[in-house]
Nanobody
Framework: QVKLAESGGDSVQTGGSLRLSCAAS??????MAWFRQAPGKEREGVAG??????YYADSVKGRFSISLDNSKNTLYLQMNSLKPEDTAMYYC??????????????????????WGQGTQVTVSS
């Protein structure tokens, strides 16, 4: 069973940067992603990765970068130029089984079988 453990969340000021990490163990995966959920809002996909292809929500394009270190089995989310609206709990998600249409469904949370417990990011103005 895949297990995911996020870290790196913190409180920063507007314009600051953070790097989130997600250590994966237990199995291999076909795709991984970062989601976030702000208070009172639905969970939304932030960035996804499969086979070297990267996917981003429009709200974070040009500011966030997803990457994977296979040697460490760790997924990263580099977040730059942070805004107050980026404040949320950030979750790592993984999918073990292959899905052909990943490019069109990467941001749908029901497509992921395993989730981490989340790490809090707070951006103050």
């Amino acid at each position: 069973q895949v297990k995911l453990a996020e870290s790196g969340g913190d409180s920063v000021q507007t314009g600051g940067s953070l790097r989130l990490s997600c250590a994966a163990s237990g199995y291999t995966y076909s795709a991984m992603a970062w989601f976030r959920q702000a208070p009172g809002k639905e969970r939304e996909g932030v960035a996804g990765l499969r086979g070297g292809r990267l996917y981003y929500a429009d709200s974070v394009k040009g500011r966030f970068s997803i990457s994977l270190d296979n040697s460490k089995n760790t997924l990263y989310l580099q977040m730059n130029s942070l805004k107050p609206e980026d404040t949320a709990m950030y979750y790592c998600a993984a999918r073990v089984s292959y899905i052909a249409s990943y490019s069109s469904v990467w941001s749908r949370q029901e497509k992921y079988e395993t989730w981490g417990q989340g790490t809090q990011v707070t951006v103050s103005s």
